[in-house]
Nanobody, 115 residues
C-alpha cells in the first residue's frame, strides 16, 4: 500500500495555470503507474493522465496539449500535474492514484476554473 497526499488545487480564471502535486509514502519508481483522475459531483471518476514506471504517459483527449504529468526524479516520491490553459469544464476534484496491484487514492484537491 501507499499513502498519497495531493496539494495545489485552488481557484483560477480561465486561461490560467495550476500545478498539482501528489506526495507518496514510498518510492514511486517502484509503482506500476501513477495517475491523476477527476470527478464531478454525481459523476464517475475519469482518467486525466497516467505515468508508468517506465516513463510512458497517456492523457485524456480533453487535456492533451494542455496538461503534463511528470515525476520528481530527485526525491522519487512526488508526481505533478501541470495544468495550462484551464477551462471552466476542468472544474473538478482531482485525485492522485497509485496502482500497486490495487488502487490507492489520495483525498482529492478541488480545482475551480472561473469564466
Amino acid at each position: 500500500q501507499v499513502q498519497l497526499v495531493e496539494s495545489g488545487g485552488g481557484l483560477v480564471q480561465a486561461g490560467g495555470s495550476l500545478r498539482l502535486s501528489c506526495a507518496a509514502s514510498r518510492n514511486i519508481f517502484s509503482i506500476n503507474a501513477m495517475g491523476w483522475y477527476r470527478q464531478a459531483p454525481g459523476k464517475q471518476r475519469d482518467l486525466v493522465a497516467v505515468l508508468t514506471s517506465s516513463g510512458g504517459t497517456k492523457y485524456a483527449e480533453s487535456v492533451k496539449g494542455r496538461f503534463t504529468i511528470s515525476r520528481d526524479n530527485a526525491t522519487k516520491n512526488t508526481v505533478y500535474l501541470q495544468m495550462n490553459d484551464l477551462k471552466p469544464e476542468d472544474t473538478n476534484v482531482y485525485y492522485c492514484n497509485a496502482k500497486t496491484g490495487f488502487d490507492n487514492w489520495g483525498q482529492g484537491t478541488q480545482v475551480t476554473v472561473s469564466s
